[in-house]
């Protein structure tokens, strides 16, 4: 199911690409291409959107080795191991106590 929604997803990306090298051909006859100031903007953008992403996943790295923030004990272990287990090891924890 994956691979069907990264086929649509760089088909798109495709058919963006070429419609912008259309649109950039358009410009480019007409003399009126994309200023330097258009593509420094494009490239900040990108670089804080990048920055972003890197700092959500170190903080999402750092909240998952971190197992007193957990609510429940059984998050992150393979299910057959918490199947083995009795009713009663599976309770669930509060933060407050």
């Known amino acids: 199911m994956i691979w069907i929604a990264a086929f649509a997803f760089f088909g798109f990306c495709w058919c963006r690409a070429a419609k912008a090298r259309e649109r950039a051909a358009e410009l480019a006859a007409t003399g009126t291409g994309r200023s330097p100031l258009y593509w420094v903007s494009?490239?900040?953008v990108a670089i804080l959107l990048a920055l972003v992403l890197y700092?959500?996943?170190?903080?999402?790295?750092?909240r998952n080795s971190n197992q007193t923030d957990k609510r429940c004990t059984n998050?992150?272990?393979p299910i057959f191991t918490i199947a083995q287990r009795k009713p009663s090891d599976?309770?669930?924890?509060?933060r407050t106590s």
């Open 42 to 44: 494009n490239a900040l």
């Open 55 to 62: 700092i959500a996943m170190v903080s999402g790295k750092e």
């Open 75 to 77: 998050i992150g272990k």
């Open 90 to 94: 599976l309770k669930m924890t509060s």
